[in-house]
């Protein structure tokens, strides 16, 4: 099969909704390797940010990451439990609302990580701040959760387009977050690639959502699929890696990564998810 047939084969499983960033032609020369035909680092000049084509959504999510002190993570939950209610009792107002709230099972233990969602864009992100800076009762409760808690790291991430939109699932499930640190200037690369990828893995069921950074660690990319245990996880990676081409997007993939981790994830009792 030459490699135009290879393109065009790979093309054609591509789903009608996926959506593409158009990047520099592609020369198919017979001395090319395949991997240089799709790996195309030369992006067409555009007035749009990478992060306008990749993602089509005035949404911003915030992902917290907090490493908490071994013997205070029954006080931690029970902190940010009442965080969470005093924001959505302001849920109008302030534009946000919690998307997923789990602890770790299996990777960086004592470690809780929190999925919010904000509609409005950094405007809303601006507003919130404010407030609770201003809330006597929020400010209370920050500095009791400082006490609890070994670091603390913030992101701020889009969504990809042709991702799902991270809806609740119902109980019981366990949660995987695949984290990359994507060498610069890679990023369009990725979307095109995952958009065809999540296709070989449509029937699943599997995909949560898919984030990548603005602020914060640059270059990273977060994956979270849903599980319903361990088991579960292992046949269906097994499974998709039966499906023709998902090997090949793997393939294409790896030489843009620089480092990357999973972590299992359980919900905390107040996830919207589980």
């Given at each position: 099969?030459?490699?135009?047939?290879?393109?065009?084969?790979?093309?054609?499983?591509?789903?009608?909704?996926?959506?593409?960033i158009s990047t520099s032609a592609v020369r198919l020369n017979a001395d090319d390797g395949w991997l240089s035909k799709l790996l195309v680092r030369r992006i067409e000049p555009t007035k749009e940010s990478h992060s306008r084509m990749l993602s089509d959504k005035e949404i911003v999510y915030a992902l917290h990451t907090h490493n908490i002190r071994p013997d205070s993570?029954?006080?931690?939950?029970?902190?940010?439990?009442?965080?969470?209610?005093?924001v959505h009792s302001r849920k109008a107002e302030l534009g946000c609302e919690l998307v997923g709230s789990w602890t770790v099972s299996v990777g960086d233990m004592d470690q809780a990580l929190h999925l919010w969602r904000y509609t409005g864009g950094f405007e809303k992100i601006d507003k919130a701040k404010q407030l609770f800076r201003e809330n006597?009762?929020?400010?209370?409760?920050?500095k009791e959760r400082g006490g609890l808690v070994r670091s603390r790291h913030l992101q701020y991430l889009l969504a990809f387009s042709f991702w799902p939109n991270g809806e609740p699932r119902e109980p019981n499930n366990i949660y995987e977050i695949r984290s990359y640190s994507l060498k610069p200037g890679t990023m369009i690369e990725w979307g095109n690639n995952w958009a065809r990828g999540l296709s070989y893995r449509q029937a699943q069921n599997e995909a949560f959502a898919g984030y990548f950074s603005q602020i914060g660690r640059l270059y990273n990319v977060h994956h979270i699929w849903c599980y319903k245990n361990l088991q579960a996880r292992r046949e269906t990676r097994e499974s998709t890696w039966r499906n023709p081409g998902w090997d090949e997007c793997v393939a294409y993939t790896v030489p843009l990564i620089r480092e990357m981790h999973c972590r299992i994830l359980e919900p905390t009792e107040f996830s919207p998810t589980q």
């Open positions: 099969m030459t490699a135009l047939n290879r393109v065009l084969c790979l093309t054609s499983a591509i789903p009608k909704n996926a959506r593409f993570v029954d006080k931690y939950l029970k902190n940010y439990k009442t965080s969470v209610e005093f006597d009762d929020y400010r209370t409760l920050e």
